[in-house]
């Protein structure tokens, strides 16, 4: 089955979900920084952008993780991510 839109019916594609647990320890593989980001990627299927986002996204909401409140608004990465 071809990867481009024009050549699959509609719906035929699926696009992966994943867990915010599955994701919470993607980016901290990451922020580990024993393996690269490729090797994270094919290690669990992942694209490097897609880890690297996991990554910031943690990081930028780990200081929520102590204080009580909820976490920050999410990121432009993760807005435009969201509009596709």
């Known amino acids: ?4 839109a024009g050549n699959v019916e509609r719906g035929a594609m699926k ?3 994943y867990s915010p647990v599955f994701k919470s320890n993607i980016g901290l593989e990451g922020i580990k ?3 690269t ?3 994270i990627g094919t290690k669990y299927e ?8 996991w990554k910031k ?4 909401n780990v200081d929520s993780i102590f204080d009580g409140k909820s976490p ?3 990121t432009e990465v993760d ?5 596709k």
Do not use: C, F, T, W
């Not at 089955?1 to 481009?4: E, I, L, N, S």
């Not at 992942?46 to 986002?53: A, E, F």
């Not at 807005?79 to 509009?83: M, R, T």
């Open 1 to 4: 089955m071809a990867r481009y």
């Open 15 to 17: 696009r992966k979900s």
């Open 33 to 35: 920084g024993v393996m």
């Open 37 to 39: 980001g490729n090797d």
């Open 46 to 53: 992942g694209h490097l952008v897609q880890i690297s986002q």
């Open 57 to 60: 996204a943690l990081l930028a």
């Open 72 to 74: 920050k608004e999410p």
């Open 79 to 83: 807005e435009a991510k969201s509009s």
